[in-house]
């Protein structure tokens, strides 16, 4: 519409919200493109010639890679054009992106694309990340050759937002494509890999690792159009490994060891290829807790260890000198405990590498957002317009993206009264509030007297890669083998494990829920023990009926099972369910 006088045409809504035209951006060999696209926008990047990695895991040439809530880099060994063109907003249920902020353009930024910030860095650790890989290999390739020897077992240790995770997966990705299977374990409960944050787990990873994805996702129904890896999950509600004096942590590490050791000892390919544990920032501040907890994991590692001996083979510490030389007074050129040490003498290496300039630290807005959008993508699948599915049933999809999975969740009421719900009662460090009396826990409670029924039945050895579906079997009760011979033991009682006997309360709606495999009368650390079938999110609390709305990744009826509930880690996420 003119108007009148000035002949100026008014400006259209879609003129105001015009996407920025597409920017080539060409890369010299071993440059990055560094970028931050918030939550609420998207960016898509189409590598045009050369070759180009996502934290080590090779981008295809002409294909359209969606991102959303990133910070990340891509890195070329020989020299790269791509194409940075803005992608759509992505609407959420309740017209709010993750973290607050409005879907309609607020998010966006002024750099190509929309991204918030981007640039080209010319200086990047990886070709010391590369010299480490092929390390690796030369570990593996030894292990391949002498029959009986273990792969490395990798511990990487740092400050928070040091690029240890990044790390990881750069190795992982490197293991993968030269036809490695390594088994990543991931110890950091403030992030979920293949899984919601609040989860320690332990993942074979047989194929590439997903670009747009992060780790990637772990679709408990529906199709995947990649290989779907399943993590052997423990749930760990609290935020640091510290909490509870580290008695939830500690037996946690040491299950998932067990389930790795067995692992390797059962498939040549995970012993060659070996481990990569990931680990979170808290231990890299390096106090004599934490320091503690690191000696767990450098000596529960080996499946049965036998007193002050050693698993892991390689401790990489990124960007903290003093950890680094705690490290090294501590464990360098100690002999490990792994099978294959008797013969070969082998020792701990520590190692140092540079934090990479492009790490950025995420404030607690952002990974507010990272844990939401694992969450919301555990139960609806990647596509972000799928979350509008229970909402909003007529929606469609945006996504453009071949690999996005749509999931489809169930929702169920629930009696109160007729679950065995368990709730972590340690205050955590930065808490004030302190339910937790250990007089009050364990001892002398006669619902904890061991039920004859099955423990936990998943291990990492059972762990499969299906190219179809996840089975919703895994919620099949009678999946459960051995019994149950030991009573209520003393551990219990340090235990800050609690069975919740109270009415219900609004503060169980919008939190997740955890279905152990074990029997809802076990004892307390069986409970803690136990890994995870999988999560519901309760939706609504009824309060007076007793009733809760739940929403689960798969139908059928919930298993007769003891629940953990993940009431102050990963904690309320709202809007999930409209
Ligand atoms: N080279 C890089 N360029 C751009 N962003 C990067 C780069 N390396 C890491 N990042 C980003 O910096 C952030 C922190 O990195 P990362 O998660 O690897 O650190 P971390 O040490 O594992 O953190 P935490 O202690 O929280 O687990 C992430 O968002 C990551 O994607």
């Excluded at 998010?107 to 390390?135: D, I, K």
């Excluded at 969740?409 to 009396?437: G, I, K």
């Amino acid at each position: 519409m003119s108007l009148p006088g000035l002949e100026l045409a008014e400006a259209s809504v879609e003129s105001q919200y015009a996407p920025p035209p597409p920017t080539q951006i060409n890369l010299r060999a071993g440059s990055e493109w560094r970028f931050e696209i918030a939550f609420g926008s998207t960016i898509q990047v189409k590598l045009l010639t050369g070759t180009a990695e996502l934290f080590g895991t090779e981008l295809a040439q002409l294909q359209t890679y969606t991102f959303s809530g990133t910070k990340a880099a891509i890195y070329t060994w020989h020299g790269c054009a791509l194409e940075v063109n803005a992608g759509e907003g992505v609407a959420l249920p309740n017209g709010f992106a993750p973290g607050g902020m409005s879907s309609e353009g607020t998010s966006r930024g002024y750099g190509a694309g929309g991204c918030q910030s981007e640039y080209v860095a010319e200086e990047t650790p990886m070709v010391e990340y590369a010299n480490v890989h092929f390390a690796l290999e030369t570990m593996r390739q030894e292990a391949q050759t002498e029959g009986g020897k273990d792969g490395p077992r990798v511990l990487i240790l740092g400050p928070e937002n040091a690029g240890k995770t990044s790390l990881a997966k750069i190795l992982t990705g490197y293991a993968t494509k030269v036809d490695r299977q390594p088994i990543v374990v991931n110890l950091n409960p403030t992030e979920g890999m293949l899984s919601v944050p609040g989860t320690l787990t332990a993942t074979a990873f047989r194929s590439m690792i997903d670009v747009e994805e992060g780790w990637g996702s772990s679709p408990m129904s529906g199709p995947s159009p990649v290989p779907v890896k399943l993590p052997l999950v423990y749930f760990y509600p609290m935020k640091s490994p510290l909490d509870a004096d580290g008695n939830v942590f500690k037996p946690i590490v040491s299950k998932l060891a067990v389930s790795v050791t067995a692992r390797m000892a059962e498939d040549d390919d995970a012993r060659e290829a070996g481990v990569i544990i990931d680990t979170p920032g808290i231990l890299g501040q390096g106090t004599p807790k934490a320091l503690e907890i690191i000696h767990h994991i450098v000596t529960e590692f080996s499946g049965m260890p036998p007193v002050n001996t050693r698993m892991v083979s390689t401790i990489l510490v990124l960007g903290s000198e003093r950890l680094y030389s705690t490290m090294v007074k501590n464990y360098e050129q100690k002999p490990t405990s792994s099978a294959s040490a008797a013969h070969s003498d082998e020792r701990i290496t520590v190692v140092k590498l540079s934090k990479s300039g492009g790490c950025v630290d995420r404030d607690e807005a952002f990974m507010k957002s990272v844990n939401e959008s694992q969450i919301r993508s555990y139960f609806f699948g990647n596509a972000m317009a799928s979350a509008t599915s229970v909402a909003l049933p007529s929606s469609s999809s945006s996504s453009s993206s071949s690999s996005k999975i749509t999931l489809s969740p169930h929702t169920q009421q629930l009696d109160f009264d007729s679950l065995a719900l368990y709730n972590y009662t340690a205050p955590s460090l930065n808490e004030d509030e302190d339910e937790y009396d250990p007089s009050t826990f364990g001892a002398g409670d006669s619902s904890y007297l061991p039920g004859g029924a099955g423990t936990e039945s998943a291990d990492l050895s059972s762990q499969t890669e299906n190219t179809t579906q996840a089975s919703s079997a895994s919620y099949d009760p009678s999946s459960f083998t051995s019994s149950l011979t030991t009573s209520s033991s003393a551990a219990d009682t340090l235990l800050p494990l609690k069975k919740y006997t109270s009415p219900p309360t609004l503060a169980f709606a919008n939190t997740l829920v955890a279905i152990t495999y074990v029997p809802t009368n076990a004892p307390l650390e069986y409970i803690r023990d136990s890994s995870i079938m999988g999560f519901v999110y309760v939706a609504d609390v009824d309060v007076e009926k007793k009733k809760l709305r739940v929403l689960a990744p798969v139908g059928g009826r919930m298993p007769a099972r003891a629940l953990v509930w993940g009431r102050k880690w990963p904690g309320e996420v709202v809007g999930l369910v409209g």
